[in-house]
Nanobody
Framework: QVQLVESGGGLVQAGGSLRLSCAASGRTFSSYAWFREAPGKEREFVLAVVSTNSNTYYTDSVKGRFTISRDNAKNAVYLQMNSLKPEDTAVYYC???????????????????WGQGTQVTVSS
């Protein structure tokens, strides 16, 4: 059975850092991504990594602040968030899929597997 289990969310002051982890079990995937969903807003792509070549893709608002990494041996993916802002407050979801298509990397409906979500709250 495929499972994605996230951990590492919490409350942090603006300018602080958090590291989210996503442990996958059951199989490996071609693409892993992080999405987030703030209250009253649609689910938003944050960043993704392709397992085969380690290429990464970011949304503009997190470039230079967030980093995604992958540990193939552990079948885990991590989201390092630095210089956090109040507008980063959201529930963060780990997602995975078999496709490595760049064209659909940012479309949440193309991901087959999802974690339960972890709350990140950034206070001003």
């Amino acid at each position: 059975q495929v499972q994605l289990v996230e951990s590492g969310g919490g409350l942090v002051q603006a300018g602080g850092s958090l590291r989210l982890s996503c442990a996958a079990s059951g199989r490996t995937f071609s693409s892993y991504a992080w999405f987030r969903e703030a209250p009253g807003k649609e689910r938003e792509f944050v960043l993704a990594v392709v397992s085969t070549n380690s290429n990464t893709y970011y949304t503009d608002s997190v470039k230079g602040r967030f980093t995604i990494s992958r540990d193939n041996a552990k079948n885990a993916v991590y989201l390092q968030m630095n210089s956090l802002k109040p507008e980063d407050t959201a529930v963060y979801y780990c997602a995975a899929r078999q496709s490595s298509s760049i064209l659909t990397m940012k479309i949440w409906s193309t991901y087959n597997y999802w974690g339960q979500g972890t709350q990140v709250t950034v206070s001003s």
